[in-house]
């Protein structure tokens, strides 16, 4: 009864020791994975702005992405090999590897700074735009925040006596967190309108008023700086502000004329950093009878 017990104690001891040899060669100390994260430097930044109702890649912004790979072989053991991928998988985009070369590393500790572009985040850029898709806003800017994967590995060799090695702590992956800036749509002026209103009797001297308003796309207060063109090549740059607390605003402006003698002249509007202009409009006055005809005259004079 006692000779049965005592082998079975060696049994036990055998399955106890052989993990233990297992671990004991060919395998990693000390690893360490790190990705510098966006507040420890200037954060890579994704920026969509809108143009026509849709959002569009306005800039890639921030880095370089700061990424460090250590450890020691275990015991007699050394690193061979080292991979850095951008991903969660094996098969994902490659930063920096010792590639078919094998390496005899006892302390190993690789740092690689990496500069953003668009063709190398191309997929991450994809998604920042479908967040802006579905989360941006109209009249306000949004952030957001996209986790980019990196991997750090680190494989080992060393006399392990044919047992199959294990890698304990040597993989890992990390997420870089870059920031989505989703811009407003920027404030615009939709129409512009201009008219004349006339003042006066028959006789000179009459008075007119050129009248412009603009629409806009926001409400509140916004600058409007806008040229106004005289039919003759005369031009004059001029400023007005909107106002309005609805879904957009609007901005007036008028100039009084005074004038001595008949005239016939148009004035347009054309709008700064704009597309958007008036139609040429007619501002015609003849004395001795009410406002109209196609005469010329000089120019008036301004209230």
Same mark, same amino acid.
């Given at each position: *009864?006692?000779?049965?017990?005592?082998?079975?104690?060696?049994?036990?001891?055998?399955?106890?020791?052989?993990?233990?040899?297992?671990?004991?060669?060919?395998?990693?100390?000390?690893?360490?994975?790190?990705?510098?994260?966006?507040?420890?430097?200037?954060?890579?930044?994704?920026?969509?702005?809108?143009? =026509? !109702?849709?959002?569009?890649?306005?800039?890639?912004?921030?880095?370089?992405?700061?990424?460090?790979?250590?450890?020691?072989?275990?015991?007699?053991? %050394?690193?061979?090999?080292?991979?850095? %991928? *951008?991903?969660?998988?094996?098969? &994902? @985009? =490659?930063?920096?590897?010792?590639?078919?070369?094998?390496?005899?590393?006892?302390?190993?500790?690789?740092?690689?700074?990496?500069?953003?572009?668009?063709?190398?985040?191309?997929?991450?850029?994809?998604?920042?735009?479908?967040?802006?898709?579905?989360? !941006?806003?109209?009249?306000?800017?949004?952030?957001?925040?996209?986790?980019? $994967?990196?991997?750090?590995?680190?494989?080992?060799?060393?006399?392990?006596?044919?047992?199959?090695?294990?890698?304990?702590?040597?993989? =890992?992956?990390?997420?870089?967190?870059?920031?989505?800036?989703?811009?407003?749509?920027?404030?615009?002026?939709?129409?512009?309108?201009?008219?004349?209103?006339?003042? !006066? !009797?028959?006789?000179? $001297?009459?008075?007119?008023?050129?009248?412009?308003?603009?629409?806009?796309?926001?409400?509140?207060?916004?600058?409007?700086?806008? @040229?106004?063109?005289?039919? &003759?090549?005369?031009?004059? %740059?001029?400023?007005?502000?909107?106002?309005?607390?609805?879904?957009?605003?609007?901005?007036? %402006?008028?100039?009084?004329?005074?004038?001595?003698?008949?005239?016939?002249?148009?004035? @347009?509007?054309?709008?700064?950093?704009?597309?958007?202009?008036?139609?040429?409009?007619? *501002?015609?006055?003849?004395?001795? =009878?009410?406002?109209?005809?196609?005469?010329?005259?000089?120019?008036?004079?301004?209230?």
């Amino acid at each position: *009864m006692f000779r049965t017990l005592k082998v079975v104690a060696l049994a036990v001891t055998a399955t106890l020791v052989l993990p233990a040899l297992a671990e004991a060669y060919g395998t990693v100390k000390d690893f360490s994975f790190t990705v510098q994260q966006s507040h420890l430097g200037n954060p890579v930044t994704f920026v969509f702005a809108p143009h =026509r !109702g849709r959002y569009k890649f306005e800039a890639l912004q921030g880095g370089p992405i700061n990424i460090r790979l250590q450890g020691k072989g275990y015991r007699r053991s %050394w690193i061979e090999e080292y991979k850095i %991928w *951008m991903g969660p998988t094996n098969n &994902d @985009m =490659r930063i920096a590897s010792n590639g078919f070369q094998k390496g005899h590393w006892e302390t190993f500790d690789k740092k690689v700074s990496l500069n953003p572009t668009r063709d190398l985040l191309k997929d991450y850029e994809a998604k920042a735009l479908r967040y802006c898709k579905k989360h !941006g806003k109209p009249d306000e800017k949004v952030v957001g925040e996209l986790k980019i $994967p990196f991997t750090g590995q680190l494989i080992a060799d060393g006399p392990h006596y044919g047992f199959v090695r294990d890698f304990p702590d040597a993989f =890992r992956v990390v997420d870089y967190k870059a920031r989505i800036v989703c811009k407003p749509e920027p404030f615009e002026v939709k129409e512009v309108d201009v008219s004349v209103k006339y003042k !006066g !009797g028959l006789a000179c $001297p009459k008075k007119a008023t050129l009248n412009v308003e603009f629409r806009t796309n926001k409400p509140g207060k916004h600058k409007i700086e806008f @040229m106004l063109a005289l039919d &003759d090549g005369t031009t004059q %740059w001029n400023t007005a502000y909107t106002y309005g607390s609805g879904k957009n605003s609007i901005a007036k %402006w008028h100039r009084n004329y005074t004038f001595n003698n008949s005239v016939s002249r148009k004035y @347009m509007i054309i709008v700064k950093g704009s597309p958007i202009s008036s139609d040429w409009v007619p *501002m015609k006055v003849t004395c001795g =009878r009410a406002p109209g005809g196609l005469t010329t005259g000089p120019k008036p004079s301004i209230d």
